[in-house]
């Protein structure tokens, strides 16, 4: 069947690119969203987050006709869902977003049409909208096993790709189809070919939302790894960022980097979807999860060390003295996605308990979120250095390279971004 209207529900930081995608191969996409403000944004051929090249993609496929946004879903042969997965109580997955989705989109089915789950999710997840949606529409028939012959086909096929490259990864990576039903995964398939240039490779849905979550559980395991050596080599004044290179010089040893913690809407949040469902099994996967979520209360002790260094060194201050400048906010570099990040739980956490000034930096973004403590002031770059006393580097953002090589500064990087230290300084390099 020929996908001529294709409809994604969720325009935030997968769905707008990928109905951005589909768009720009001429096919006519209507992109659903509650947020008035994305939907009104959108439509004007602008865009409402931050993604390289996504701008110019979104005003010329707008201006052709091929893309609009709407609150309100309407007919299509295709729908892919790609709304928030967040948390409820201690780490349980919600899925009542998907729930919602699958509501406003069930008045507008018909006989084949294709529904496509992209939102991370536990396993069963996809089974469980065919169980939503035969509620809602007990005249169709959807998918519950894989010998079943429906009216409406349901997959899943998760993102898998990198903030900032977006664009070319949705089109160069491989996907991971699962149907409900080989016939599911097979129309699936014809749907992402349209703009993939990568391989859809074909299993059923548990398998495709497990290997979502098995992805990114296996990069937190890693990172969790070179968190916890960090916190080692600090102890045993070892360089970790020396010792990782190192290490990766075996063939067959590929540390990744540590830092703040984890954050973004992937690694801190899908393995706690795995545990959630196998808690007794789930050991290393948990274990992982505490190590990295515990990171940046280890860095909040580092500053208080460094705050009482600063006044022992300085007797005549107090600490409403001393200015610190925090620099990052997002959860990765470059981009200025903040979701789940550990720079933002570390900089309120220190608003909180310190009562001097805290300046922040965070290149990517022109205002404070209304969620973060309103004593932080956010600060251009050049304006940092000159007012603060206590530099503390939680993101390696581009911009920040080689801004504080010749610091005298006491300086806690927690990222790898002062490559070399000399001894004149009091630069603390940790991770």
């Known amino acids: 069947m020929c996908f001529e209207i294709i409809s994604v529900v969720g325009l935030g930081y997968i769905g707008l690119p990928t109905a951005a995608m589909l768009s720009f191969k001429e096919k006519t996409v209507i992109g659903v969203d509650v947020n008035k ?42 729908f892919l869902i790609a709304v928030p997965t967040p948390f409820v109580g201690e780490f349980q997955p919600d899925v009542s977003y998907i729930k919602s989705a699958c509501s406003s989109i069930a008045p ?61 990864e949705l089109v160069e990576n491989d996907r991971v189809v699962g149907g409900v039903t080989p016939e599911c995964s097979r129309r699936a398939k014809e749907l992402y070919n349209i703009f993939v240039e990568g391989e859809c490779v074909v299993t059923n849905s548990r398998t495709a939302e497990m ?14 790894f070179a968190n916890e050596l960090s916190i080692i080599c600090d102890k045993e004044n070892i360089d970790v960022w020396e010792l990782i290179a190192l290490a990766n010089r075996h063939p067959r040893v590929n540390i990744l980097k540590p830092g703040a913690g984890v954050g973004g809407h992937c690694i801190a949040v899908d393995p706690w979807f795995i545990v959630a469902k196998s808690p007794d099994e789930a050991k290393l ?8 979520d515990s990171k940046p209360l280890w860095l909040i002790e580092k500053v208080k060390v460094a705050i009482a260094d600063c006044l022992l ?11 610190i400048g925090c620099y990052g906010l997002a959860f990765k570099p470059d981009i200025d996605d903040l979701r789940e990040s550990p720079a933002v739980k570390i900089v309120n956490m220190l608003a909180e308990s310190f009562a001097g000034r805290i300046v922040v930096c965070e290149p990517h973004i022109n205002s404070l979120p209304d969620s973060m403590n309103s004593k932080l002031e956010l600060l251009e770059i050049t304006k940092m250095q000159p007012v603060t006393e206590i530099d503390v580097i939680l993101v390696a953002h ?7 090589e010749d610091s005298s500064k006491s300086i806690i990087d927690a ?17």
């Open 37 to 78: 403000h994305a939907v009104d944004t959108i439509n004007k051929g602008c865009i409402h987050i931050v993604e390289p090249g996504l701008s110019e993609v979104v005003r010329q496929v707008v201006g052709k006709g091929f893309l609009k946004a709407t609150t309100v879903p309407e007919p299509a042969d295709a």
């Open 108 to 168: 507008c089915l018909k006989k084949g049409d294709l529904i496509i789950l992209e939102s991370t999710s536990p396993v069963g997840t996809t089974e469980l909208m065919a169980e939503w949606l035969q509620e809602a529409r007990p005249d169709l028939k959807f998918p519950f096993n894989e010998n079943d012959i429906p009216d409406v086909h349901l997959a899943y096929c998760p993102e898998r790709v990198l903030p900032g490259q977006v664009l070319r």
């Open 211 to 224: 290997a979502k979550l098995t992805e990114n559980s296996f990069r937190d395991v890693n990172i969790a």
């Open 285 to 292: 996967i948990k274990t992982a999860r505490e190590v990295n």
């Open 313 to 323: 060194e300085n007797p005549n201050k107090s600490v409403n003295d001393i200015v």
């Open 398 to 404: 581009s911009a920040f390279s080689g801004l504080f």
């Open 415 to 431: 990222c790898g971004v002062v490559k070399q230290v000399s001894s004149s300084n009091n630069i603390r390099k940790i991770a």
